[in-house]
C-alpha cells in the first residue's frame, strides 16, 4: 500500500525525466542491497537504512530521489510517505509539525475499517496538541516501527537532526534523503552525489524539450556551447530548452549569446561597489526566461512567490495576478511548458524549491511593497472566501448559509460536501501556510485578514473534520490567534484564544498547561474588561483543580465565579449560577463537607426551579438526599427522595424518573423501610413497561410518592 504525499516533494523546474542518471540509480540500487560498514563489522545500528541524494540546486536531485522511490517502492508494503522539509524561503519546518502531518498520513493510509490489535491501541495514540516536540517525534517513529517495512522519503532536508528525529529505529524501514550537501551528522549514511550529466545526456534533454524545431540536432557544437553555460544541470538546462521552443526563430547561437548576457538586474548603488559574483548557470537561465515574458506573464510569475507552501491554482493565481480565471489559467500552463511550474494532481501546480528564492529575488526587484502587499490581501481573501462556500456546503437547504452561497461566483462555490472535504484536505497545507504567512507579517498589516482567514479555516475544519482529526491544527490556529491578539493589544482576543487552548488541554488530561492557560486568560479578560470570558476563566480553573482533587481551591475558584456571575445578573447568568452551586455542592460532597454540600445542593436545586427546570432540579435533590443519607439524616433523606422523584413527574424524563426511583428505593431499604421501597421499585418497572397500562414518567413518579 502507497501513500499519498503529505506535502508532494518538488521535482525540478519541470517535467524533465532521471536522463543520464541511471549511473547513479545503479549505485542506489547497489546501495540498498550492500551491508553497511557497521553492519560487517558486526554492529549494526538500530536505526533505519539512509540513503542521501546531495547535490546544488538544479541538479535534479528530487527528481532522481522520485524515480529511485518508484522503483522499489514494492518492496515496502507498509507504505511510501513524503515531507519536505525546508519551506519556501529556506526556512526549516518544525519537526513536530513534520511528525503530525505523516502521522496523520499513516492513520489516512490505514483506512477507516483497518483492525488495529490492542497492543497497537495502547501504544499507538498521537500526541495531544502542545505535547513536546520530542514527544511528537518519539510517537512518529514507534508507529513506523510498528507499521512494519515503510519508506520515507524526506525532501530539501536542512540537518542531520531533522532526519535522526525523524527516522525510525528499525532495519526493516528505510530513509531517502534529499539535501544540498552532505549529512556528516548521520551514521553510515550512503551518499549519491549529483553534478552535471554527461555530454550526451544533457544534449538529448535539451532536444527533447526544445520543440519541433532540429535547432539542437543540426548545430550539435553549438549545442555542446549551450550545455556548458548551462553547467549540464537538469534543471536550467529545462528552461533554456523552454525558451527555445517558445522562440523558434532564434538559433543556438542566438541562444548562447543571450545567455551570456542575462542575469539579475544591478541595482544602481552597486555599479559604484565591488564587481558581484557572476551568476550561476541556473540564476542565467532564469532571467533569460524571466526577461523574454510578456509584462503581465513577468509580473504574475514574480507574485507566485507568495503561494503558499508552493503551491498555486487558477484560483489563487487568479487572485495575485488580479486577472480573470481564463488568463491565470493559460499563464499557469505557459509557465509549466517553459518548465517554471511543476503540475501537480488535484488541478494545483508547485512552484520548484530550486526557483522559490529566484522568484522572491525577482519580486523584491521588480515589485513595489504596495502592489506586493496587495496581491497578498487578495490572495488571502479569495481562501476565506473558498473556506467560507467550503464550509456552508454543509449547511442544511434553506440556511442563511446556503443562500449566501447560492449568491457566490460559481468559480467560488462547492457544489457537494464531498468536493469540498476532498478540497480542504488537499489544499490543507497551503491553506495553514498562508495563515502563518500572514500571520509572520511583522508590520502587522494583514493582521484583520489573518484573523478572518483563522476563523473561517477553523469553521472549515469543524464541518469536515471530527474533533480529535483536526485537533493539532486547531491548536496551532488559537495560538496564531493569540500571536495577532497579543501583537494588537487586543485583550479579548487574547482571552477567548486562551480559553480554547486550555480547553484543548483539558481534553487530553493535560490539566497543567490548562491551568496556566486559564490563569492567563482570566487576566486577559481582566484587562479587555470581559466578564463573560472572566467568569468563564474562573469556572474553567475551578473545573481544572476538581480534576486534580484540590478540593479547597476548586471551591474557591467556583466561588469567584459564582459572585460574578450573581453580580451580573442576567438570565444567561441564571443558568451559570445554578449550574455553579452544583458544582461548588459536588466539590465539597467529594472533600466530605455535607453542611456546605447540603446549602450548595439546596441552592442549585432553587434556581434550577426559578429556571422552570424540572429534570436538574430533580438531580439536585437527589444530591441533597445523598448527602443526607451519608450524613445518618435517614429521614430527611427519605423525605428529600420522595421531593426528587415528585419533581420528577413533569420533566418528562422516563429514564431520570426510573433511576430516581431505584435509587429511592436502595436508600429506603439501607434505612429498613421496605414498604416503601417496594413501592419505588414497582413505580420503576411501571416506567420500564409503558406498555403494560402505565400512564409514564408522571404516573409512575406520582405512584412513587402516594
Known amino acids: 500500500m502507497t501513500d499519498q504525499a503529505v506535502q508532494p516533494a518538488t521535482a525540478g523546474p519541470g517535467p524533465h525525466s532521471c536522463t543520464g542518471r541511471d549511473r547513479e540509480l545503479r549505485a542506489l540500487r547497489a546501495d540498498l542491497e550492500s551491508a553497511g560498514l557497521h553492519t560487517m563489522s558486526g ?31 514494492d518492496r515496502y508494503p507498509g507504505g511510501v510517505l513524503r515531507a519536505r522539509l525546508t519551506e519556501p524561503g529556506g526556512t526549516p519546518v518544525p519537526t513536530e509539525r513534520t511528525a503530525r502531518d505523516l502521522l496523520a498520513s499513516l492513520a489516512r493510509s490505514a483506512g477507516p475499517g483497518t483492525a488495529r490489535r490492542p497492543e497497537e491501541d495502547a501504544a499507538g495514540q498521537d500526541p495531544p496538541p502542545g505535547a513536546d516536540p520530542a514527544d511528537v517525534a518519539e510517537a512518529l517513529r514507534s508507529a513506523l516501527e510498528r507499521r512494519g517495512r515503510v519508506l520515507l522519503f524526506l525532501d530539501d532536508v536542512a540537518d542531520s537532526e531533522q532526519l535522526l528525529d525523524l527516522a525510525p529505529e528499525s532495519r526493516d524501514c528505510l530513509v531517502v534523503a534529499v539535501s544540498s550537501g552532505p549529512l556528516t551528522e548521520v551514521p553510515d549514511v550512503r551518499p549519491c552525489a549529483l553534478g552535471g550529466l554527461d555530454r550526451a545526456s544533457a544534449v538529448a534533454l535539451m532536444s527533447r524539450h526544445a520543440g519541433s524545431s532540429p535547432r539542437v540536432t543540426v548545430d550539435p557544437r553549438s549545442a555542446e556551447t549551450l550545455v556548458e553555460q548551462c553547467g549540464a544541470l537538469p534543471a536550467p538546462l529545462t528552461l533554456l530548452s523552454g525558451w527555445l521552443g517558445a522562440h523558434p526563430k532564434l538559433s543556438l547561437l542566438d541562444a548562447s549569446r543571450a545567455l551570456a548576457e542575462s542575469g539579475p538586474p544591478v541595482p544602481e548603488e552597486a555599479h559604484s561597489a565591488r564587481i558581484p559574483a557572476a551568476p550561476d548557470p541556473l540564476e542565467r537561465t532564469f532571467w533569460l526566461v524571466h526577461d523574454s515574458l510578456p509584462r503581465p506573464l513577468g509580473r504574475l510569475l514574480r507574485l507566485l512567490a507568495l503561494a503558499p507552501a508552493g503551491f498555486v491554482d487558477p484560483q489563487l493565481a487568479s ?6 480565471l481564463s488568463t491565470a489559467q493559460a499563464a499557469l500552463d505557459d509557465y509549466v511548458r517553459l518548465g517554471l511550474l511543476r503540475p501537480l494532481d488535484s488541478g494545483h501546480y508547485q512552484v520548484p524549491g530550486c526557483l522559490d528564492p529566484l ?11 504596495n502592489e506586493v502587499l496587495l496581491a497578498r490581501a487578495r490572495m488571502l481573501e479569495r481562501l476565506v472566501s473558498r473556506l467560507q462556500a467550503c464550509r456552508a456546503v454543509c449547511e442544511p437547504p434553506g440556511s442563511e448559509a446556503r443562500r449566501q452561497l447560492a449568491g457566490m461566483p460559481r468559480a467560488l462555490r462547492f457544489l457537494h460536501p464531498l468536493e469540498a472535504r476532498n478540497w480542504l484536505r488537499t489544499r490543507r497545507p497551503a491553506l495553514l501556510s498562508a495563515v502563518r504567512a500572514a500571520v509572520a507579517d511583522g508590520a502587522g498589516e494583514l493582521d484583520t485578514l489573518a484573523r478572518r482567514l483563522v476563523s473561517a479555516l477553523a469553521r472549515a475544519f469543524d464541518a469536515h473534520e471530527a474533533p480529535e482529526q483536526a485537533a493539532s491544527d486547531r491548536y496551532e490556529l488559537h495560538e496564531l490567534v493569540l500571536l495577532v491578539a497579543e501583537r494588537n493589544g487586543r485583550h479579548r482576543e487574547r482571552a477567548a484564544a486562551l480559553l480554547n487552548l486550555g480547553d484543548l488541554d483539558a481534553r487530553t488530561d493535560r490539566w497543567a498547561e490548562a491551568l496556566v492557560r486559564y490563569r492567563a486568560a482570566l487576566d486577559a479578560a481582566r484587562e479587555g474588561e470581559d466578564e463573560w470570558a472572566a467568569g468563564r476563566a474562573l469556572e474553567s480553573l475551578g473545573d481544572g483543580y476538581a480534576e486534580l482533587a484540590d478540593w479547597d481551591r476548586a471551591a474557591d475558584w467556583y466561588g469567584r465565579a459564582l459572585a460574578l456571575r450573581l453580580a451580573r445578573d442576567e438570565f444567561a447568568d441564571r443558568a451559570a449560577v445554578a449550574r455553579l452551586h452544583g458544582r461548588i455542592g459536588a466539590v465539597h460532597t467529594r472533600a466530605a463537607r455535607p453542611q456546605e454540600a447540603l446549602r450548595a445542593w439546596r441552592a442549585a436545586a432553587a434556581a434550577f426551579r426559578r429556571l422552570r427546570e424540572p429534570a436538574a432540579r430533580a438531580r439536585a435533590l437527589a444530591e441533597v438526599a445523598a448527602v443526607q443519607e451519608q450524613s445518618g439524616r435517614r429521614t430527611d433523606a427519605l423525605r428529600t427522595w420522595g421531593q426528587a422523584c415528585e419533581v420528577s413527574r413533569g420533566a418528562g424524563d422516563v429514564r431520570l424518573a426510573t433511576e430516581l426511583a431505584l435509587w429511592a428505593a436502595e436508600a429506603c431499604e439501607r434505612a429498613g423501610s421496605l414498604r416503601d421501597a417496594r413501592r419505588y421499585r414497582t413505580a420503576a418497572a411501571r416506567l420500564r413497561r409503558p406498555a403494560a397500562g402505565s400512564t409514564g414518567a408522571a404516573g409512575a413518579a406520582g405512584a412513587a410518592g402516594d
Open 43 to 73: 554492529r549494526p545500528l538500530p536505526q533505519s537504512r539512509v540513503l542521501l541524494i546531495a547535490g546544488a540546486a538544479g541538479s535534479g536531485r528530487t527528481t532522481l530521489a522520485e524515480e529511485f522511490v518508484r522503483q522499489v517502492a
Open 319 to 324: 487572485a495575485l495576478g488580479g486577472c480573470s
Open 359 to 369: 522568484l522572491r529575488a525577482a519580486s523584491a526587484a521588480h515589485e513595489q511593497p
